[in-house]
C-alpha cells in the first residue's frame, strides 16, 4: 500500500510531462503537413543542380 504514494506522484509527473511534450509539438509545427514529405518522394524535382566534379 506505501508504494501508491510513490507510484501516484510519479504517474501524475509522467502524464504531465507527457501532456507538455505533445503541447510543443503542437506549437512547433510538428503536426502541421503529415502528408507533404510522403508526396515529396513520390514526386521527380528535375530543377535540381547537377554536381560536376571539375
Given at each position: 500500500?506505501?508504494?501508491l504514494f510513490l507510484l501516484i506522484p510519479i504517474s501524475l509527473?509522467?502524464?504531465g510531462l507527457i501532456i507538455?511534450?505533445?503541447l510543443w509539438a503542437i506549437n512547433?509545427?510538428?503536426f502541421?503537413?503529415?502528408e507533404?514529405?510522403?508526396h515529396e518522394i513520390?514526386?521527380?524535382n528535375d530543377n535540381l543542380p547537377s554536381s560536376k566534379d571539375n
Open positions: 500500500m506505501e508504494i509527473i509522467l502524464i507538455w511534450a505533445f512547433a509545427g510538428q502541421d503537413d503529415l507533404g514529405p510522403a513520390l514526386m521527380d
